[in-house]
């Protein structure tokens, strides 16, 4: 089993930036993906980065150039560098770990971007 815990939520505004970390425990496979996704009132869950064991990543196409996703394979953790952040990025952000064709989720962070 495996835990998710994320931090780091909160409100901002218009071009500003917020930093998630997301920490892993419990039984954590060394090859894994993490990944942030995230989903606003009435829409749908979406991908919003992801990261392999080997630190290979995807974007999707409304946040490139303004985030960037890292971890630590030794802590078990992933961050998520928000930069430029617009009314549109508000959602609950969900930090997910992908491994042995199992997705874990995190409890969720909200993130409101308003002035």
């Known amino acids: 089993q495996v835990q998710l815990v994320e931090s780091g939520g909160g409100l901002v505004q218009p071009g500003g930036s917020l930093r998630l970390s997301c920490a892993a425990s419990?039984?954590?496979?060394?090859?894994?993906?993490m990944g942030w996704y995230r989903q606003a009132p009435g829409k749908e869950r979406e991908l919003v980065a992801r990261?392999?064991?080997?630190?290979?990543?995807t974007y999707a196409d409304s946040v490139k150039g303004r985030f960037t996703i890292s971890r630590d394979n030794a802590k078990n953790t992933v961050l998520l560098q928000m930069n430029s952040l617009k009314p549109e990025d508000t959602a609950v952000y969900y930090c997910?770990?992908?491994?042995?064709?199992?997705?874990?989720w995190g409890q969720g962070t909200q993130v409101t971007v308003s002035s």
């Open positions: 419990g039984t954590v496979f060394r090859f894994n993906t």
């Open positions: 990261i392999n064991s080997s630190r290979s990543t």
């Open positions: 997910a770990l992908d491994s042995f064709s199992l997705r874990y």
